[in-house]
């Protein structure tokens, strides 16, 4: 029976055609026969046809040897801003991640260090979930931190965890407690730096040590040397009982056989690279074993045998029943004590320790560890291949490959030239110009490669040339040919061809899918609300999306930093969790800076025109939010139909493709405006037409323009500067470019926002005041407290009491108080947890693509697939635009005024104000309520009519 072979794809799959000048001679010759076998039978090496094609071959090898360059050659470029290390991105850029795992946090914390003084305060860490109890009063829903109600049932919080420290040993000890306050201060910096979504930390804590007493009697060989033989015992003995956490440089850990997503997995770090085993094995030790202290010091030159040796506890109060085994209580590090002794011999010759000598050599070894520190500090970077820079697009014409008696070379045509041997000599270079420019133009897309697959890249052409040069007679054969602008003999040869917003989306697709993400569901949607012009949006999507790629993948993950409280972290800020920002470059949203998304550039105004009726219309600001950029023309009944037509001049301006655009606005001749306008004015063949745009004469011969829809009739929508028009030709062109580009690329009522439900928790029913540290001043103790309000109760001393931040509110909220309900109706039943892995996410249900329902489930289904799985969304389209008359609906405008409020208290730690900024924004959070487009109500039996927008049909629609 035979065995099955394991099927592969094969890595190389190139043939190398390209550069075998025999295949592509015989292959021609093949060709030649297949297609003129009956008039051509003379193929050898002399017939000037034959010649043709073994020229053409040379420079097909030619070309194929340069595309078999190491792709760092062809990727080189003599400009440091197109070169390979601006094309791709580096492995520390897109390999690490923030924070996730216990393993991560523990990296990063230990990887702490101060510039000056002590380097390492950290010498391991452990974060340990934290148990906190809410009881729920089963008849109400209401929490509390202790049991209430006749019915109680309880839930521990998920998300809260405890840091146990384990302090460097070289700790300065004549200000240990500066140190360590110093060293908790960067920790939570680092923490909140890289935060994990719907997490906290509760609280930083010294560990606690078990005291470990070992005597030992230890024969070494006569070589050894005593003292530094006793400074390793002593080091390794430490380490076992605690092990230290080494840092390790790139090119250490893989000679260790680790490989590059395994070094650079979890976040990275500033003093080199920590190897996970070894990370996972230095956990807290829950037992001492006498055997394996044994082989830790016969593992150290210089030791030969061990006479005698012990273990047991320091303190009486801990019971040993075993001669070979402590229990070390949980949560403890076991340490030796000052009980424990050590003594030498060499042979029967007993040996005299001299402590000053042990002390210098352990400090040696320090110093040592210190210098492989700095070198892993160094080594962090897998370096791109450095190529070198080829003319790769130099291209010599085939036509002085020919043998002079053609006469098409740089010598012309050789003895007494006839007309009738010029005519053929300049006939034959007329026809091999073509084949000149097709390969001039192959090796220019191969210089062009490093441009086309950059993700950095600006270019406008998928497609290029270059001029043909020393050609003999050149001028005589072609005409209009500008051998100086290569971009412009591009345009005149490829400009009907190049597609480039299609071609250029292809190429982003290709980067993109690097990274297996994907835009295709996107687009597709994309197509069906914006048609023809999605293709020019969906690239600046992906460019975007591709730009900031770095951020997006390693911050994920990341949660919100609440701890930072200046004005521009908490409003009009970047400063959001990782995930909104992946959610808003994948749904294409323009700004997810956290503001004020109930304020838009959009006015709905309304009209009371007596009898308890009135009308409606509308007006749109620019991007400076000082001027009118449109204004409807017609008055609506309805809020609704308002709303509706300012989304058509919305399509019918973002329609309009830009090269179209361009090529349209060359017919406005600035330089015969009396010309121009007289076609303005009498519209002949469309001139006043451009795409969805009319352009219009008023008096005094100015300009503006109105917004076309797409019937038959072209009725007018909407019109731009009828009330300030443009004077100059320039100002109405530069306008209509202006307009076009801000409505594709700049206007935005979209935006997002993300509440994680954790950070509305109080920390602790009872307070307790912070006190101050000796060795800090009042403001770096007050400093410390703020930056730790998430961190619960912890205490720095008693030396000073720092009282709550100013201000005071009306009907104060006790900050413990402000918990969320625990049922939503049934609360006998259904009772959750409102707090743990939850998250509310909250858009504008009003803008364009929100109101659509195909875009609000594909939406829905991109929160919930990159939102962490073990995270619970709640998803809300809700409010309206703030019409001047405010007649919208204030749910989300609410929500921005408690949300920001909520945000600076707990930034800022007012703890007086907390309560109630908290208890307002869940208010604010109950009273959202999601918008749906309106529909009208048809019969199930009525004929189906595509005209009707958003019909809900009886019997086929869920309402």
């Not at 303190?315 to 000052?338: F, H, M, S, Y």
Request: aromatic share 10%.
């Amino acid at each position: 029976m035979s065995e099955n072979k394991h099927i592969s794809i094969p890595k190389k799959i190139e043939t190398e055609d390209q550069t075998d000048f025999h295949f592509l001679r015989k292959t021609g010759i093949e060709y030649i026969e297949g297609l003129g076998g009956k008039l051509w039978t003379d193929y050898n090496s002399h017939d000037p046809g034959i010649t043709t094609l073994e020229v053409l071959s040379y420079a097909i090898t030619d070309l194929g040897m340069r595309m078999n360059l190491n792709m760092e050659d062809i990727l080189a470029s003599k400009d440091k801003e197109k070169d390979i290390h601006t094309q791709f991105l580096k492995a520390t850029e897109v390999l690490p991640s923030r924070s996730l795992t216990e393993l991560d946090y523990r990296k990063l914390f230990i990887d702490i260090s101060f510039k000056s003084g002590l380097q390492r305060p950290i010498r391991n860490c452990w974060l340990v979930p934290k148990t906190e109890t809410l009881y729920v009063d089963c008849k109400t829903g209401q929490l509390d931190f202790e049991p209430i109600g006749d019915k109680t049932q309880n839930f521990n919080v998920k998300g809260l965890y405890d840091l146990y420290v384990d302090y460097a040993e070289n700790i300065d000890l004549e200000h240990v407690e500066c140190d360590k306050s110093a060293t908790k201060v960067k920790i939570l910096e680092r923490y909140h730096d890289n935060r994990g979504l719907c997490e906290d930390l509760v609280d930083i804590k010294e560990v606690e040590t078990q005291k470990v007493a070992v005597c030992a009697r230890i024969g070494l060989v006569n070589k050894a040397d005593e003292e530094l033989v006793h400074a390793k015992v002593t080091r390794a003995i430490n380490n076992y009982l605690s092990p230290e956490v080494h840092f390790y440089s790139l090119k250490q850990l893989l000679d260790k056989g680790l490989t590059t997503d395994q070094i650079f997995e979890g976040p990275l770090l500033d003093n080199g690279f920590i190897d996970t085993e070894e990370l996972i094995k230095s956990q807290l030790k829950t037992e001492v074993r006498l055997s394996d202290i044994i082989s830790e010091i016969m593992k150290i030159d210089g030791v030969k045998e061990i006479h005698e040796i012990s273990i047991a506890g320091c303190d009486n109060a801990v019971k040993q029943t075993n001669d070979w085994l402590i229990c070390i209580e949980k949560g403890r590090k076991p340490e030796l004590c000052e009980l424990s002794s050590f003594s030498y011999s060499k042979g029967a010759l007993p040996l005299n320790i001299n402590d000053k000598k042990v002390q210098d050599y352990i400090e040696t070894l320090q110093r040592e560890e210190e210098i492989l520190r700095n070198d892993a500090r160094k080594d962090k970077e897998l370096p791109l291949p450095q190529g070198t820079s080829y003319d790769i697009e130099n291209y010599a014409t085939i036509l002085n490959e020919f043998p002079d008696t053609y006469g098409v070379g740089i010598s012309g045509i050789i003895g007494n030239p006839t007309q009738e041997r010029e005519a053929l000599a300049k006939q034959f270079k007329g026809y091999l110009l073509f084949f000149d420019q097709i390969l001039a133009s192959y090796f220019k897309h191969l210089e062009k490669v490093k441009e086309v697959l950059s993700i950095n890249s600006t270019l406008k052409r998928t497609y290029f040339t270059q001029a043909l040069k020393n050609i003999k007679g050149f001028d005589e054969l072609v005409f209009n040919y500008d051998t100086n602008n290569d971009d412009q003999l591009t345009d005149s040869l490829y400009e009907e061809l190049d597609n480039s917003v299609e071609r250029r989306n292809e190429v982003l697709d290709h980067l993109i899918s690097r990274f297996a993400e994907t835009f295709s569901d996107y687009t597709f949607l994309m197509k069906s609300l914006y048609g023809k012009s999605a293709d020019e949006i969906v690239l600046s999507n992906k460019e975007s999306f591709l730009k900031e790629y770095k951020s997006l993948s390693k911050d994920r993950g990341l949660g919100y930093n609440f701890t930072l409280d200046s004005d521009s972290d908490i409003w009009n800020t970047n400063n959001i969790s990782g995930v909104q920002k992946r959610i808003a470059r994948l749904l294409g949203i323009k700004n997810y800076t956290q503001r004020n998304l109930s304020q838009t550039p959009i006015s709905i105004i309304k009209t009371e025109i007596g009898n308890g009726k009135a009308s409606y219309t509308w007006k749109m600001k620019d991007a400076s939010g000082n001027n009118i950029t449109l204004s409807s023309v017609k008055t609506f009944e309805i809020e609704y139909a308002a709303t509706k037509n300012l989304h058509e001049a919305v399509y019918q301006t973002i329609q309009i493709d830009e090269e179209d655009l361009e090529n349209a606005l060359k017919v406005l001749n600035e330089d015969d405006v009396e010309d121009t306008l007289d076609k303005l004015k009498t519209c002949l063949n469309n001139y006043c037409v451009i795409g969805n745009i009319k352009i219009r004469v008023s008096s005094g011969d100015n300009y503006y323009f109105e917004i076309l829809d797409d019937t038959e009739d072209r009725n007018v929508i909407a019109t731009h500067k009828m009330t300030n028009p443009y004077s100059t030709l320039k100002g109405l062109k530069d306008g209509i470019r202006e307009i076009v580009r801000y409505f594709k690329y700049d206007f935005t009522e979209e935006g997002i926002f993300l509440v994680e439900h954790l950070l509305l928790k109080p920390t602790f029913k009872d307070y307790k005041l912070i006190g101050g540290i000796g060795c800090m001043s009042i403001e770096d103790t007050f400093k410390i407290f703020k930056d730790m309000e998430g961190i619960g109760y912890m205490i720095l001393g008693d030396t000073f009491k720092v009282p709550e931040n100013e201000g005071s509110v009306t009907n104060p909220i006790e900050y413990s108080d402000a918990l969320m309900s625990s049922c939503d109706e049934d609360c006998e039943t259904d009772v959750f947890d409102p707090y743990s892995y939850r998250v509310s996410v909250v858009l504008p249900g009003f803008a364009y693509r929100f109101q659509d329902p195909d875009f609000r489930r594909y939406a829905e289904t991109v929160i919930r697939q990159e939102i962490p799985a073990h995270i619970l969304a709640k998803i809300c389209w809700v409010g309206d635009r703030m019409s001047e008359k405010q007649t919208a609906q204030n749910d989300l405008s609410e929500f921005e005024i408690a949300f920001k409020k909520y945000l600076s208290d707990k930034a800022n730690n007012k703890l007086s104000n907390l309560g109630n900024s908290i208890h307002n924004l869940l208010t604010a959070l109950s009273n959202l309520n999601n918008i749906y487009r309106p529909g009208r109500l048809l019969d199930c039996a009525k004929e189906d009519d595509d005209s009707l927008d958003g019909k809900i049909i009886l019997g086929q629609s869920n309402i």
